[in-house]
């Protein structure tokens, strides 16, 4: 673990020439904390070395800010926790800021990445959506940066407050005293135990992995990782309600590298059941982007996602404590990964342009046969 609280794992191996060097950029659920992604992540990289890629790809993730005490003041009233806008804000920062490094071909190094795939788990899902649509209507904060697709899991991007845990937590927070020190009466429940005990909890009646134990144990027992969860969770409850994009962020952006993809710009992965999704709120969410992608119109103003609902139950919402979520769900994003890399190709401006006459015909001569 980096002293920033990061996870980079290079690949091993360049890509196939003429190949592109890609980012897969991870960013956490709430709590914040990469460490829960560790296993994931090397599974992750493990699965991509195994193939013959035309894309090499690099993995960084970091935390999520204010869940470590080492990298803030202590919180107080007037200095409170970071907020879900924060954290959009400098994760697309840090997003923006990644380099390539370390790389076997060094006059590389120190340059901006062919491309971008960002990967959300939970409220990691809506920070990426977020990130994809300022990127999208201001790109001159980051010019260099190319997302392409964007991965998301057990997203919660709209109306977590119905979720079965979103009703409790809000229920909670409704009253206002218990709303302003909700954090001050957690700590105090789990201050007398020892780590090692609410480690033997988390494996023994949550079923979590040791790896996954010890990390909740130790947010448990920070000065401020209860405080910062608890409060952006609030934030949550209030932010994350209608869907409110427009739907340009579903499209293919109109410039012309991204146009060459055919494959989904986004790609979810829900639970069978989800203690912080409501399944009908999914469902509507699911119907919106089928209608978007089947409307009428050139290939570049549909929809492009891809929605994969795991119906065995073999998944929980927090994947990661737990060994069969990890490899379950590092399995199905590498199948994603591959599909993004076999579909690389140089860009070729005289093929877009033909490209994209030919979509206009199309619909010009549905309009005028009708």
């Not at 390539?100 to 899902?125: C, M, Q, T, W």
């Amino acid at each position: 673990m980096n002293p920033d609280h990061s996870i980079f794992i290079p690949a091993s191996r360049p890509a196939h020439k003429p190949g592109a060097h890609a980012l897969v950029y991870f960013i956490p659920g709430n709590p914040g904390l990469i460490e829960y992604y560790n296993v994931f992540l090397k599974f992750l990289r493990v699965l991509l070395d195994r193939s013959q890629t035309a894309v090499a790809y690099d993995i960084f993730g970091r935390s999520l800010y204010g869940f470590h005490d080492d990298d803030h003041a202590p919180f107080t009233n007037s200095s409170p926790p970071y907020s879900l806008e924060e954290q959009i804000h400098k994760s697309y920062a840090s997003v923006a800021e990644r380099r390539i490094e370390d790389s076997s071909r060094p006059e590389e190094n120190g340059k901006a990445y062919d491309f971008v795939v960002l990967i959300g788990h939970s409220v990691g899902s809506y920070i990426t959506l977020e990130i994809f649509h300022r990127h999208h209507h201001n790109p001159s904060l980051a010019r260099h940066l190319k997302l392409y697709h964007g991965i998301l899991l057990f997203p919660t991007v709209t109306h977590i407050a119905k979720s079965p845990s979103g009703r409790r937590l809000k229920a909670l927070n409704d009253y206002a005293f218990l709303s302003q020190n909700l954090h001050r009466v957690a700590k105090a429940l789990v201050r007398p135990w020892p780590k090692s005990f609410l480690q033997f909890l988390c494996r023994t009646f949550m079923g979590f992995s040791p790896d996954a134990a010890r990390i909740t144990a130790e947010f448990l027992k920070s000065r401020d990782g209860i405080w910062q969860g608890l409060h952006m969770g609030k934030d949550e409850m209030v932010t994350i309600s209608d869907d409110k994009w427009d739907e340009e962020l579903w499209e293919v952006f109109h410039d012309a590298e991204e146009h060459r993809h055919k494959l989904p710009k986004f790609m979810f992965f829900f639970a069978k059941q989800d203690h912080w999704v409501a399944n009908d709120i999914r469902d509507q969410f699911i119907q919106k982007l089928e209608k978007h992608a089947n409307r009428e119109g050139p290939d570049y103003k549909k929809g492009k996602t891809e929605v994969v609902v795991e119906q065995e139950g073999k998944v929980a919402h927090a994947f990661c404590t737990r060994e069969m979520g990890n490899i379950v769900v590092a399995d199905r994003v590498k199948t994603w990964l591959d599909q993004i890399q076999e579909n690389f190709a140089p860009y070729d401006p005289d093929k877009e342009r033909e490209t994209r006459v030919l979509d206009e015909a199309k619909v010009l001569a549905g309009t005028i046969m009708r």
